[in-house]
């Protein structure tokens, strides 16, 4: 009897003594960590980044966080530690901006437009923005929430349009998921994620009088951890290099 | 009969286990005590004026209480079935029941897509005989939630049934009852207290599903759009909000858990 529960109890200790193990190796060897809160249309973008300026500073571990920049900007609020947030409009940095999280007037290091995602094959034969309002197709737009949905509904109010969508996503991976599983014959999505699904979406561009262009800034928060190396990732994001990274994934540079 | 009942020493268990009793009801009751008291009571009134609140609690009640009603109707036969004595596969049968209840909810409802979506394995077929699509629809919202609470039933209904008392059905049976008498007369009253707490399990459960209903079902007002669902885009917006219908959930599950107890689970 008297075996049985150190039996169980073994692997649980064992993991347990493994974890603060695993985090004090990458932490020794790494030397500093930069935790950045970024909009999840940066998602592939970030991470190009990310192998790219941890190449060149291999004493720097970047961990990345991505969500939808309401979600991240209300994390921070709650006192989530990150270094950097970048967000994919003003609007979600002014949430942070505004209460003394970090300096105000961030500056904007990449510019995103909305672009209609369809599945490959176009099956809801979708042509352009007025398109979307056609009942028989099966339409996804972001939360009016988040940014990609505040722009939607900017670039519909633009085109005097009006679209009701089988459903409001909570971010636009979740509104482009739909589109890439072929759940929904269209989306309004940012260009950057259509050109980051590759084949399985064809994007469809909007008219010019519904063309919103979203401002990304980004900012370091005044708790930073790691102030030093949050400046390092935001110079780099900035630079040249940074910056032909973010346009390689679909973004305009300011 | 127990009147000067000697004190056994070591009946009624170690006193040291009281303090960590205390301090999981602590752990348990402590959100929910931040939860009231950042609540805005004051604008309450106001922040629950929003049409889109009605119609996200009446959804969520609709559906649940569909999804609670799906889950009896096809678990009990199924809790029935894992109990049959020389059932072949038992083991791997009762292991396949548990898999929802131990996947992460958002994996669920891909796999509700990948099964019922539009270009699901079933999806297509019946988008092709009937026209119909399931994903964002309401249906879609009732068979997420009955996904993830069918399991919770079962389990309940089989342990009631495994710890009934055969010999009944056996009594029965000899007594000239045929397999559904037994079953509706003698079996289903035996394990109902055992239904009504796998129901009132899987209840909750559906109530408060989030990850399978946004991933199958979406979220548009009034049609999928839950009440879990609306908390998680109001945090977003206004907290305030997200308190608001936070609390009105909390207050509505709580209600109906007290009235259903009163009624059917202790008797």
Redesign the interface.
Known sequence: MSRRLPRGVAPLLTMLLLIPAAGCSSIGVAGQRVTVFAASSLTEAFRTVRADFERRHPDTDVVLSFG?S??LA?QLLQGAPADVFAAADRRTMGMVTNVGLAPKDPPTFARNQLQIAVPAGNPGRVRGLPDLARAEL?V?LC????PCGAAAQDALRAADLKVL??????DVK?AMA?VV????DAALVYRTDVLAAGDKVVGVELPAVARVVNDYPVAILNAAANPQAARAFVAYLRSPVGQRALSEAGFEIP | MTVNRPRIRGVGGPVALTVPALVGLAFLVGPLIGLVVRTPWRRLPELLADPAVADALRLSLVASGIATVLCVLLGVPLAWLLVQPGLPGRSLLRALVTVPLVMPPVVGGVAL?MLL???GVLGVPLAALTGL?I??TTTAVVLAEAFVALPFLVLSVEGALRSADRRYEEAAATLGADRLTVFRRVTVPLVLPGIASGAVLAWARALGEFGAT?TF????PGR??TMPVAV??????S?DAALALSVVLLFVSVLLLALLRDRWITR
């Open positions: 939808s309401a979600t209300r099966a996804v939360a009016p929430t988040v969508p089988d459903s409001y996503e909570k979740a739909k599983l072929g759940e929904v | 897509l979506g539009r270009n699509t994903p964002f946004v079902a979406g979220s548009y999928t759009q998680y885009l109001a945090l977003e917006s907290p």
